[in-house]
């Protein structure tokens, strides 16, 4: 139940304050996505997914309880002396070697799939990926951080599929069983793997889905 069902007027005007502050901060947070008011809405929702740590995707700001709201804003506040969203930085530590672990094939193969499917321009996923993990290709992810993106890319592509569907407002339940779909649709669910090579095909221009799935 979306926690404004309970709530009083007076706590109802608070909740639709902090709210308004959201979407207003978040605005000032990703300009890049001023062209499109459905991608900036669904990477709001996404990221607030990932920065509350929410076991499903995030439908509306209104499933938010006020506790998680000023959470939202406080770590919005923290960004703002930022010039872009954060990513997972790596500090240098002298004379400790490092094993870095990237994204696996299968990760990369999904990720490009869904970037296809979205039929987002190349300097868009690059702006994209470089916001939020200061890296302009998915083959030099990190698993962990490969892994919250099949979650946002799957957020905003079953969002928008479900809306031409002629939905108008779609629910994270909505959202959760439409993924299995997309996923067979976009035959990424198939038990087969991805090697290092098919990744590295994709380097040059952030994986075009002709290019990926040749062969």
Excluded at 11 to 25: L, V
Excluded at 60 to 85: E, I, W
Excluded at 93 to 121: C, M, S
Excluded at 178 to 187: D, Q, R
């Amino acid at each position: 139940m979306p926690a404004a069902a309970t709530a009083s007027p007076n706590q109802w005007n608070s909740r639709r304050k902090m709210m308004a502050a959201i979407n207003i901060q978040w605005k000032e947070l990703r300009p890049d996505l001023h062209h499109s008011p459905d991608e900036l809405r669904e990477e709001r929702l996404a990221y607030i997914t990932d920065i509350l740590k929410l076991k499903e995707p995030l439908g509306s700001l209104k499933d938010l309880t006020n506790y998680q709201m000023s959470r939202v804003l406080a770590h919005f506040d923290g960004l703002r002396a930022q010039p872009a969203l954060p990513s997972t930085r790596i500090v240098a530590r002298p004379a400790v070697a490092e094993i870095v672990h990237l994204a696996t094939a299968q990760q990369v193969y999904t990720i490009n799939k869904l970037l296809d499917f979205l039929g987002w321009h190349p300097d868009s996923r690059k702006k994209f990926l470089t916001a939020r993990y200061q890296r302009e290709n998915p083959v030099h992810l990190r698993p962990r951080q490969a892994n919250a993106l099949i979650r946002i890319l799957f957020n905003i592509a079953c969002s928008q599929e479900l809306k031409k569907a002629g939905f108008k407002k779609v629910s994270r339940a909505m959202i959760g069983m439409h993924i299995p779909v997309l996923k067979k649709k976009l035959g990424i669910d198939r038990k087969e793997s991805h090697t290092t090579e098919d990744a590295a095909t994709c380097q040059e221009t952030l994986i075009s889905l002709a290019d990926c799935s040749a062969g």
